[in-house]
């Protein structure tokens, strides 16, 4: 084991000689986009979208395969790539409860320690953000009601072929990095980094459902549909509602996706959704095309990621939310002075990594204990030494709406194994993604020893069922909280919120399933 961190601590330093042989730190960038399905950065899911600058960091630089987001739904994500902890350790229980605003981001020591840096776009890392609908929602999961609190998903196509720019604040966000880039140009001996956060390819909000509506709306223009094979685009295999796992079924069912949709409209919903990744994507190239511009590409790590993916009507529903590959599956591309080229990487990674490996491109120290690993092994050029002291597992957990347990999810070989609440009263999952890369088919109680394994490694990484109940009394205590600041209004605004169709439909049954919930709190 001495002899493997030695020779890790080696990699590492030779990898900072490689980097800093100009006399400077090299720069870092990263851009990191909103529900884009990792799958599509390499093949065969590449070959259905053209999406021509992460082909250009593909070859330039190194694919991840197999990186995964530790909590599919964006500020839990995002909570867990600034601080590099697992979500239950940070308590980032959903969109509302994340990190403190005063939390120490990679970022931060990349200021401390010399680094200008600058962040634009979206953040969503930090506790309060996002609607009352969606907090109410992930409060009230463990609620014996089903009810839809999201839009139907559909597609929306505006403009004509001269319609470029459709999500323009991200376009904004986009112009001012590449201008940002550009002044740093004229000063270029103290090392910069960047982070860009778009909103793209997260679908939009569908507006004619009201103020309080989600994002159910896959919009784009002729423009971006081009750059779609529709011929590729496949028609994923639903199972019978009657056979979903019963997690499966109340999230299909909340995200409104339990009724009957055409071939035609699946597919539409797909060609939409990879349109708008080709659009982010070319946002993508404007970042990368400033630092070409500017000669600083050669000293400038840059990263592509997202914080999940999208499951654009795999499984019977869109969004997020998900441990399925569309949901939790996430794109990781890592270019820049020092690193492999054209090199695919098969080892399991997780956004939890990045903090590390930032770190480490930048030559600081990593202090205090970290739930990701460096990824400077895997890509560095000098790949000869042993790779042993990175885990063979990713852990994935969720604990916010449209799903009534917290769930936790294993990636280990060729297995995905996803445990839910105490361990007991929801039965597990378990997959070989080798075999079934559609996850149709839950070997659970065919291979009791593999499902006994993994649940033993995930008990060793996290007491899942304490975690469980300490979501379940977090809910609770919030949503009590919650209710008694509004005092008499309570029940109206609790009436309108995103579910308020399915709600009034018998408001005061709703109201009497809530307060038997908190019966035994109160």
Not at 55 to 66: D, I
Request: charged residues 20%; contains cysteine; glycine residues 6%.
């Amino acid at each position: 084991m001495k002899i493997q961190i030695c020779a890790l601590i080696f990699l590492c330093q030779t990898y900072a000689e490689s980097l800093y042989r100009n006399g400077t730190k090299p720069n870092i960038v990263m851009v990191m986009s909103d529900a884009f399905d990792g799958r599509l950065t390499f093949d065969p899911g590449s070959k259905v979208v053209q999406l021509p600058y992460v082909n250009y960091l593909r070859e330039l630089g190194s694919t991840f395969l197999n990186a995964y987001t530790n909590s599919p739904i964006c500020c839990p994500s995002r909570a867990a790539m600034w601080s590099g902890r697992f979500v239950h350790l940070t308590q980032s229980w959903n969109n509302y409860k994340c990190l403190d605003a005063n939390a120490t981001t990679w970022m931060d020591l990349l200021e401390a320690n010399g680094y200008l840096t600058k962040s634009m776009g979206k953040l969503d890392y930090t506790s309060g953000s996002h609607s009352v609908s969606n907090r109410v929602e992930a409060w009230t999961r463990d609620v014996q009601f089903l009810l839809r609190q999201e839009g139907r998903p559909v597609a929306q196509l505006v403009g004509n072929m001269s319609t470029v720019r459709i999500m323009r604040k991200d376009w904004e966000n986009t112009d001012m990095a590449a201008q940002w880039i550009h002044q740093r140009a004229a000063a270029p001996h103290q090392p910069f980094a960047l982070y860009l956060g778009l909103n793209l390819p997260h679908p939009y909000e569908t507006e004619s459902l009201g103020p309080n509506a989600g994002g159910s709306t896959f919009l784009t223009s002729p423009y971006w549909l081009t750059k779609v094979s529709s011929e590729l685009i496949s028609l994923p295999k639903w199972l019978p509602i009657s056979a979903m796992h019963p997690v499966d079924y109340y999230s299909t069912s909340t995200k409104n996706c339990s009724g009957d949709f055409t071939e035609e409209e699946i597919k539409s919903i797909r060609a939409f959704y990879y349109a708008m990744c080709a659009e982010a994507d070319a946002m993508l190239g404007q970042v990368v095309s400033a630092l070409r511009e500017t000669g600083l590409l050669d000293n400038t790590v840059v990263i592509f990621t997202a914080d999940h993916g999208e499951l654009a009507m795999e499984h019977r529903q869109f969004y997020k939310m998900s441990m399925f590959e569309g949901s939790s599956h996430v794109p990781l591309l890592v270019m820049g002075p020092g690193l492999t080229s054209g090199l695919q990487v098969n080892e399991l990674v997780s956004l939890v990594d990045l903090y590390p490996t930032v770190l480490d491109i930048a030559g600081i120290s990593v202090e205090g204990i970290l739930s990701g690993h460096t990824l400077i092994p895997l890509l560095s050029k000098a790949r000869t030494f042993s790779k042993k002291q990175r885990p063979d597992w990713v852990l994935s957990e969720y604990h916010g709406c449209n799903v009534n347990a917290s769930t936790y999810m294993l990636r280990s070989g060729q297995w995905k194994y996803i445990a839910y609440a105490d361990g007991l009263t929801v039965p597990p999952q378990l997959f070989d993604i080798t075999r079934d890369k559609e996850e149709l088919h839950n070997v659970a109680l065919k291979r009791l020893d593999v499902q006994a394994n993994l649940d033993k490694l995930l008990r060793s990484i996290v007491d899942y069922p304490k975690v469980s109940a300490a979501v379940h009394l977090y809910n609770k205590k919030s949503f009590g909280a919650w209710q008694y600041s509004l005092g008499r209004n309570y029940s109206q605004v609790i009436a309108n919120l995103r579910w308020h169709v399915d709600w009034q439909k018998d408001a005061l049954a709703n109201e009497r399933a809530i307060d038997n919930w908190l019966t035994d709190f109160l």
